[in-house]
């Protein structure tokens, strides 16, 4: 079982990333799925999630209207569109589903 998120790198303020949560040895699609983040010094906090169905996404407050979370089952794969990005959305990004927890990518908002 393994999630293995891609897409982070260097983005200049106002732009935007995809990210993406890529399975393998489960199905995302059985389960809901969860977008993380943590940056330097703070906690690790829950940004995005969407269960099994796609009728029910949820977004933090500090994301809502910038950030969409949406999901490819043919391909395993959970995806996280960031747009507007702003120097507080730097972090490490997780995704996690049925407590399992892929290793991060580094998203950094810098002029």
């Known amino acids: 079982v393994q999630l293995v998120e891609s897409g982070g790198g260097l983005v200049q303020p106002g732009g935007s990333l995809r990210l993406s949560c890529a399975a393998s040895?489960?199905?995302?699609?059985?389960?809901?799925i969860g977008w993380f983040r943590q940056a330097p010094g703070k906690e690790r906090e829950g940004i995005s999630c969407?269960?099994?169905?796609?009728?029910?996404?949820w977004y933090a407050d500090s994301v809502k209207g910038r950030f969409t979370i949406s999901r490819d089952n043919a391909k395993n794969t959970v995806y996280l569109q960031m747009n507007s990005l702003n120097p507080e959305d730097t972090a490490v990004y997780y995704c996690?589903?049925?407590?399992?927890w892929g290793q991060g990518t580094q998203v950094t908002v810098s002029s």
């Open positions: 969407i269960d099994t169905t796609d009728a029910e996404i």
């Open positions: 996690n589903a049925d407590n399992n």
């Open positions: 040895g489960f199905t995302l699609g059985y389960y809901a």
